[in-house]
């Protein structure tokens, strides 16, 4: 996989990706929100196209596993890190799922009965983008039928003052 690194405003991408779903949110009545920092964020330098694969994704899966409710989306400075959550009032994540749920052809348990397009790779893929920026991805979640959050953080060096 080729990388093209060039600094980008990630919070301009993120708008734009969330104008891609507006639509689709809209059509299951959920609400998609997006809580800008405080203070804009400097540039930081990333590969445009593989980091917004990564949030198409994460807000794809969200909107897939949402019924009702909806999803919030956080992009804020955090020490030498920029931290990017995206919450919502999903089905959850067991703790058994959260070890195995990024690896590769793996699925959360009776997600097939939802979303039946999934193929497992989605956040496998996420995994090596981030680990590429030399970030990190995770998820955080109470458990069944709580929600969860999915957060991946990319270091701000090579950041445009």
């Known amino acids: 996989m080729e990388f093209d690194y060039q600094l980008v405003d990630l919070g301009e991408m993120i708008k734009s990706v969330l104008a891609e779903f507006e639509q689709a949110a809209a059509e299951k009545k959920l609400y998609l929100k997006y809580l800008k920092p405080e203070k804009a964020l400097s540039k930081i330098k990333i590969d445009s196209l ?3 694969q ?4 994460l807000i794809d899966n969200a909107l897939h596993y949402t019924k009702e409710g909806g999803i919030i989306i956080n992009l804020k400075l955090k020490k030498d890190k920029i931290l990017f959550s995206i919450k919502d009032t999903d089905i959850g994540v067991s703790d058994e799922e959260k070890v195995v749920l990024f690896e590769k052809f793996s699925r959360g348990k009776d997600v097939s009965k939802i979303n039946t397009e999934g193929t497992g790779l989605g956040l496998y893929l996420s995994v090596k983008m981030v680990e590429a920026h030399k970030g990190k991805i995770w998820v955080e979640s109470e458990g069944k039928n709580k929600g969860s959050t999915f957060c991946f953080e ?4 090579g950041r445009n003052r």
């Open 54 to 57: 990564v949030v198409q994704n």
């Open 154 to 157: 990319l270091p701000v060096r």
């Open 50 to 52: 593989k980091v917004r």
